[in-house]
């Protein structure tokens, strides 16, 4: 990611020039077809929320983060009866609370929201063992899976206002730390013994840089956690060619887990290989013909998978990393719902752009590729949302004019590109 100087350096605009016009031309290709997937994937997304009756409340859960992330609104019948059914559930497992602590934290208007985030933290604290999560409460040993939703949940609480701790962060933080083996890599029990593998690598970094973040001081840094976390993307950059591998163990998990960890660390590329575009260039592909996904040991019932168009949990783990819509920053305490771009159409008001616009922005640059891919979209609510954010980040349009369909804004919009490839 550097060039040379020197002489050669006179080059530099025109070399950056032609190969940002060819990463934006990959890039419009693989960006169209995540938007088919998307859209193709949504039916069977509000599928099975329907006829998830028994589901255990960690995969309505799921279920129903997968349904926001995609701009699903809230008043849709199949979300809404997914999140009245969530709400009222009892939930027991790590996995259940911590999830469910994530869609509250997503969304402000969940019922009662601070007491349900209160009782929830305060039941998810009595899964621990050592200072990490496992299954039950009470657990006799805790796992690296657990422990990152666990983590997560703790986030999403101390988000919405919930008091966690110091010494809850310091005691995940050295746990799972004492779990990292020479290689920088996780597996999956806490212990060293055995082989690491990505999927428990990426939840390790997660955790880590959870706790980094819930212990960071101003203008103050953590240099041992610092350098396991770094350790744990060496060990995932020597490993990359799991990533966009659907034969990668537990690969949907795992790419969902890499999404998270690498927006907490504003990691965009491992080496040489972008793994958003690697990642979504395999889910693309692996999409099945009715829109969902399945994969690995937790697809299961491959008849009800065909006919609702894959497995629940491959299909929320594909779209919610497809969407890539973790937020490095947890949402607010308070406040209105947030307007994702795909609740804008023809109808929404300008009221509803302006709002978008400035959620995007506050995102700032972890916001840029999809504030790009919007202002190539043909809805002009979602164009000029875009472009108000991309004003508020960069200082500049760039000559864009959101009135106008995106051919007629092409020389604009690549500057806008070039400016975020030299910025980001």
């Known amino acids: 990611m550097s060039f040379p100087i020197a002489r050669q350096s006179a080059l530099l605009p025109w070399l950056l020039f032609l190969s940002t016009s060819v990463l934006a031309a990959q890039g419009e290709g693989l960006d169209a077809r995540i938007k088919t997937a998307l859209d193709q994937a949504r039916k069977p997304l509000l599928a099975h929320l329907s006829n998830q009756t028994d589901a255990s409340p960690g995969m309505r859960a799921l279920l129903c983060l997968a349904a926001l992330h995609d701009g699903v609104a809230p008043e849709n019948v199949p979300l809404s009866l997914g999140l009245a ?128 973040q819930a212990l960071e001081k101003k ?123 795909a609740n804008l159409y023809a109808s929404s008001s300008d009221t509803d752009v302006q709002q978008c616009g400035e959620a995007l922005a506050k995102r700032g640059k972890t916001a840029m590729p999809a504030i790009l891919v919007a202002l190539r979209e043909e809805l002009p609510q979602r164009r000029r949302a875009a472009l108000l954010a991309l004003r508020t980040i960069s200082g500049e349009d760039f000559g864009i004019d959101a009135g106008l369909p995106p051919e007629q804004n092409a020389d604009a919009l690549r500057k806008a590109e070039f400016w975020y490839l030299k910025n980001r």
């Not at 911590?98 to 899964?127: N, T």
């Not at 083996?181 to 029990?189: A, C, I, R, S, V």
């Not at 350098?227 to 490993?239: C, D, E, V």
């Open 85 to 212: 059914r969530l709400a009222s559930a009892n939930c027991e497992q790590t996995y259940d609370l911590s999830l469910r602590l994530m869609v509250m934290e997503f969304w402000p208007d969940y019922p009662d929201r601070k007491v349900a985030a209160a009782s929830d933290c305060k039941k998810l604290l009595m899964h621990r063992h050592e200072s990490a999560f496992g299954y039950e409460k009470v657990p006799q040993q805790w796992d690296l899976s657990n422990t990152q939703y666990g983590a997560l949940g703790l986030r999403a609480a101390a988000s919405m206002g919930v008091a966690i701790e110091r010494r809850v962060w310091t005691g995940l933080a050295a746990e799972v730390g004492s779990a990292q083996h020479n290689d920088g890599g996780f597996g999956y029990l806490a212990s060293t013994d055995g082989d690491a593998y990505p999927s428990m690598t990426a939840a390790g970094i997660a955790v880590l840089a959870v706790c980094r």
């Open 219 to 341: 203008n103050q840094s953590n240099s041992e956690l610092d350098g396991r976390i770094k350790n744990g993307w060496s060990f995932l950059t020597k490993q990359r060619k799991a990533i966009g591998d659907p034969a990668t163990r537990w690969s949907y998990y795992f790419h969902y887990g890499l999404e998270r960890a690498a927006i907490l660390c504003d990691v965009e590329q491992l080496a040489d290989l972008d793994w958003y575009q690697v990642g979504a260039a395999m889910l693309v592909q692996e999409q099945q013909p009715g829109g969902g996904w399945s994969n690995g040991p937790a697809a299961g019932g491959m008849l009800k998978a065909r006919q609702y168009g894959g497995d629940p949990a491959s299909t929320a783990f594909a779209i919610l990393f497809l969407r890539r819509g973790f937020r490095k920053v947890p949402g607010a305490v308070t406040g209105s719902r947030v307007l994702l771009l």
